[in-house]
């Protein structure tokens, strides 16, 4: 009988806390951003890069090349040079690499690219470090596992 009411008030205390918006058994995505902000803010440290500014969301960058002309929307269609590493410069992959520019919808590509992308011009070029929230998140990809901050060098050939 015991064992039956400190089950039944477990019970309650979890349906309670779950009709006040509160779900025990899901992924705290504010704390892996926090997580990601002190793991890129160290990295920037270590490197001694101090020329990095970031976004309200998380994306440290740096433009090399702000390029000519107008800005990429997110209905344009991109040409792209880019290189995918991790902060410890191991590479996942790169165009570059394959001598082949990708073409893409840049609504069609992870959030960090979509915000990272328009920051460029014809031309320009850039670093971006992407918070695992605007990349894959929990999800592992291929070769990329689950909340992986990614860095990438772009290179915005071209725009329609």
């Given at each position: ?7 039944t ?14 779900d ?21 440290a ?12 998380g ?23 880019y290189t995918?590493?991790?902060l ?22 992870i959030?960090?690219?979509g ?16 918070p ?5 998140g929990?999800?592992?990809r291929g070769r990329?596992p689950?909340n ?10 071209d725009?329609?």
């Amino acid at each position: 009988m015991k064992n039956i009411t400190i089950l039944t008030i477990l019970l309650t205390i979890i349906f309670s806390a779950c009709k006040q918006g509160y779900d025990p058994l899901a992924f705290d995505e504010n704390s892996q951003q926090q997580k990601d902000n002190k793991i890129i803010l160290d990295y920037l440290a270590k490197e001694n890069l101090t020329n990095f500014k970031n976004t309200e969301s998380g994306i440290y960058y740096l433009i090399e090349n702000e390029g000519e002309g107008e800005h990429p929307k997110t209905s344009s269609r991109i040409k792209a040079h880019y290189t995918g590493t991790f902060l410890n410069g191991e590479k996942f992959d790169s165009s570059v690499d394959r001598g082949q520019p990708l073409s893409f919808e840049l609504g069609g590509v992870i959030k960090g690219w979509g915000e990272s992308i328009p920051m460029l011009k014809k031309g320009g070029k850039g670093k971006f470090l992407i918070p695992s929230n605007l990349a894959y998140g929990s999800m592992d990809r291929g070769r990329i596992p689950a909340n992986s901050i990614l860095v990438f060098d772009i290179e915005l050939i071209d725009f329609q």
